[in-house]
């Protein structure tokens, strides 16, 4: 099954995500932590990437295109992928048809007011990719993962001046992915203001498979 997930930034995709892809046996493909592990490894590509995401802004989507293309020719992608935050526009989109068409498309419905808290109070585990909030799921040790003790981090595109830079690139450059998929039947949306559990039984829901 091949099935994208979209929403702003801190719409907790990525923890639905993870859940789906699990139960269907299928990669969770995050472009996100793909170019950013790019970076962290040094790669051509992930040097190309690095300055355009530490300003939070797209990176190019020949880059992007190209690094998702190779993922899928992995074995484990054979059955379909779970794709998180991408397509994030429409040209991603059409080039995206010629290698992998998609079954279905979840919108993360979510008001702006909520994003930004959601997204700057975040802390991540470079290690294992936990992701933890300030206010909302703190690690039981203040700067601490939970499930192996490395520190946290505070990624840049997570600090506030980056978060509205990525909310404004978000309105101007992906919402309009919305209209496409609707238009094209595949577009199903969530309200993801509800607890994981919430959230994931309209996802559930949507994808029309029983809990």
Do not use: W
């Not at 048809?97 to 919108?107: A, E, G, N, Q, S």
């Not at 309009?176 to 559930?204: C, I, M, N």
């Amino acid at each position: 099954m091949r099935i994208a997930f979209l929403g702003p930034p801190g719409a907790g995709k990525g923890t639905q995500a993870k859940l789906l892809a699990s139960e269907l046996r299928v990669p969770h493909l995050s472009t996100g932590d793909m170019l950013r592990a790019a970076v962290k490894e040094r790669t051509p590509l992930g040097l190309q990437a690095e300055s355009t995401m530490k300003a939070g802004k797209l990176v190019p989507d020949a880059l992007v295109l190209d690094l998702l293309r190779q993922r899928l020719q992995q074995p484990d992608a054979a059955k379909g992928a779970l794709l998180d935050g991408f397509p994030r526009n429409v040209a991603q989109a059409e080039a995206l048809t010629t290698f992998l068409p998609l079954d279905r498309v979840i919108y993360f419905e979510i008001p702006v007011g909520e994003l930004l808290p959601r997204l700057t109070e975040r802390r991540s585990c470079p290690a294992c990719g936990t992701i933890y909030n300030l206010r909302s799921h703190p690690p039981a040790k203040a700067g601490r993962c939970d499930r192996d003790g490395t520190e946290l981090v505070h990624r840049p595109d997570d600090r506030e001046e980056a978060v509205r830079t990525r909310l404004e690139v978000y309105n101007r450059e992906t919402a309009p992915l919305l209209e496409y998929f609707r238009s094209k039947g595949l577009l199903s949306t969530v309200r993801a203001t509800g607890s994981v559990e919430e959230v994931q039984a309209a996802v559930r829901a949507a994808l029309g498979r029983r809990s």
